[in-house]
C-alpha cells in the first residue's frame, strides 16, 4: 500500500520483547530499566495476525527486533509461523547474536534468512564497557554459528560513538577485505540513552570515507543504506546516516512495538494501538498509520533529540 506521498510501504519491523540480555550504553539505562507489563504485550497470535494483515495490504518484509528477540521464550515457533504467512517473502532478524550458538541452526530451518549482528567494537574489554554485560566471545560464537546455519549475508551493525569506537573504523573495514560480510556504521541517534551523549560522540558517516578513501561505492543502495567496498574487497560496508543525511523520502517501513503500538515513523511520537483489534477494525487502522506516515522527520541532534517517545529496545530498532 502507498502512504499519501507515494511511498511504497512494504517492510515491517516488529519488536517482540522490551528485554534485553545487554544494556548497551546508548540504548538501556544501566538499572531500573521501565519494563512493560506483560498483560500489554502482544500475544504471539496477535503478531502472527497483524502480519497476516499487514501481508493483505502490501508488506513482503519482516524484521524481528527488540530488545534482544532471542531471550523472547519460543520466539523460534513464532519466526516459523511468520515466515509462513502468505505473501511475507523475507524474515530477518537483529540481534546482539549472543544466543545465536544454540539457536541459529533452529531459527534457519524456521525461516529467518539472515541476521544483522550488532558489534560495536572488535576489542573485548571495550565491548563489555558498551554493552555492560556482554563478553566479546559469545558473540564471535554467534556470528560463527550464524554463518555455519548459512544466514547469508551476514551484517554487522556497528553504532559509531566517538570517543569509543572511532579509531576502530579502518579495523572494522579491514575485515570485509578477505570476508563475505557486510559492516553496517549506523550514525549514533540522540533516541533513549543515546540523547544523553555530548555532541563529540555524534560522528557523522562521512567520517569513514574521510578515513579510508580507498573506499568505492556501489551502484546500488539497498534502502537506507549507501553501499561501499574495498577495491577487490570479499565484503561490503554499509553506511546509515539518519542524522546527517535523513533518507525519510525512501523510508518503506513502519515499527510494531512490543506492546502493540504501530509507528509510522521511528522519530515521531504518533503510534496507532492495534492491540485487541480484529478484522475490519485491524484492517483500518494498519491503513491508518501507513497514511498517517509523515513526509519526513525533523532533523536531529544532541540539542534536537528524537520525538519518540520511547527507548528503542521498546520501538526495536
Ligand atoms: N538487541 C538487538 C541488537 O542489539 O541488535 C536488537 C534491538 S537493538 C534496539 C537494534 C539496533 O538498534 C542495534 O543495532 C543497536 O545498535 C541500535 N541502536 C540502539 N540504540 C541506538 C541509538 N541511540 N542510536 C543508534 N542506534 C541504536
Ligand atoms: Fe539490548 Fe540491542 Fe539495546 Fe544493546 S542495542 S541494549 S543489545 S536492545
Request: with cysteine; hydrophobic share 35%.
Amino acid at each position: 500500500m502507498k502512504d499519501r506521498f507515494s511511498r511504497e510501504i512494504t517492510y515491517l519491523r516488529i519488536s517482540v520483547t522490551d528485554l534485553c540480555n545487554l544494556r548497551c550504553v546508548y540504548c538501556m539505562p544501566e538499572e531500573e530499566v521501565p519494563k512493560l507489563r506483560n498483560s500489554d504485550l502482544l500475544s504471539f497470535e496477535d503478531i502472527v495476525e497483524i502480519v497476516q494483515m499487514a501481508a493483505e495490504l502490501g508488506i513482503q518484509k519482516v524484521r524481528i527486533t527488540g530488545g534482544e528477540p532471542l531471550t523472547k521464550p519460543g520466539i523460534v515457533n513464532l519466526c516459523r509461523e511468520i515466515a509462513d504467512v502468505s505473501g511475507i517473502n523475507e524474515v530477518s532478524m537483529t540481534t546482539n547474536g549472543i544466543l545465536l550458538p544454540t539457536m541459529a541452526m533452529d531459527l534457519k530451518k524456521a525461516g529467518i534468512s539472515r541476521v544483522n549482528i550488532s558489534l560495536d567494537t572488535l576489542n573485548p574489554q571495550k565491548y563489555r564497557n558498551i554493552t555492560r554485560k556482554g563478553h566479546f566471545e559469545e558473540v564471535i560464537n554467534g556470528i560463527r554459528a550464524a554463518e555455519d546455519a548459512g544466514m547469508y549475508p551476514i551484517k554487522l551493525n556497528t553504532v559509531l560513538i566517538g570517543g569509543y569506537n572511532d579509531d576502530e573504523i579502518e579495523d572494522f573495514v579491514e575485515i570485509t577485505k578477505t570476508k563475505d560480510i557486510e559492516i553496517r556504521f549506523i550514525e549514533l541517534m540522540p533516541i533513549g540513552e543515546g540523547a544523553n551523549f555530548h555532541s563529540e560522540a555524534f560522528i557523522t558517516a562521512e567520517t569513514i570515507l574521510q578515513r579510508v578513501p580507498e573506499l568505492e561505492p556501489m551502484s546500488h543502495r539497498e534502502g537506507v543504506v549507501r553501499l561501499y567496498r574495498l577495491p577487490n574487497g570479499k565484503g561490503r560496508v554499509g553506511l546509515i546516516s539518519p542524522i546527517s543525511q535523513h533518507f525519510c523520502s525512501s523510508c518503506n517501513r513502519v515499527r510494531l512495538t512490543a506492546d502493540g503500538r504501530l509507528k509510522p515513523c521511528l522519530h515521531s511520537s504518533q503510534e496507532i494501538p492495534l492491540k485487541g483489534l480484529r478484522g475490519k477494525e485491524l484492517r483500518q487502522a494498519i491503513c491508518q498509520a501507513i497514511l498517517e506516515k509523515p513526509l519526513k522527520h525533523e532533523l536531529l541532534s544532541p540539542a534536537f533529540p528524537s520525538q519518540a517517545g520511547r527507548c528503542m529496545n521498546e520501538i526495536g530498532g
